[in-house]
């Protein structure tokens, strides 16, 4: 346990960003399996929306560092490539 201030304030700032990393990760999966739900359902309109959604909530976790830059380009490209074969 920590024993000096700064320490005391490390543990409290590290509580605080983990439970805010921790929810923004959860909200960028869940858009994840929204675009999956529509790619399996075969609904391209709802498959597109979700996308934007999802791209947009990786970006900003990216920028935040909560995910590497090539680790969310990754998602990105994966899921548009499923939109993307909805349509052919």
């Given amino acids: 346990m920590a024993n000096h201030a700064s320490a005391k304030k490390r543990v409290r700032q590290t509580v605080k960003r983990t439970a805010r990393n921790r929810q923004i990760r959860t909200y960028v999966r869940t858009c994840v399996k929204r675009v999956h739900a ?5 609904d391209n309109d709802a498959a597109k929306k979700a996308l934007i ?9 990216v920028s ?25």
């Fill in 64 to 88: 935040k560092g909560i995910f590497h830059r090539k680790t969310g380009s990754r998602y990105i490209s994966r899921l548009t490539h499923q939109v993307n074969g909805l349509q052919s």
């Fill in 38 to 42: 529509a790619v399996e359902l075969g």
């Fill in 53 to 61: 959604e999802a791209i947009s909530r990786i970006d900003g976790a």
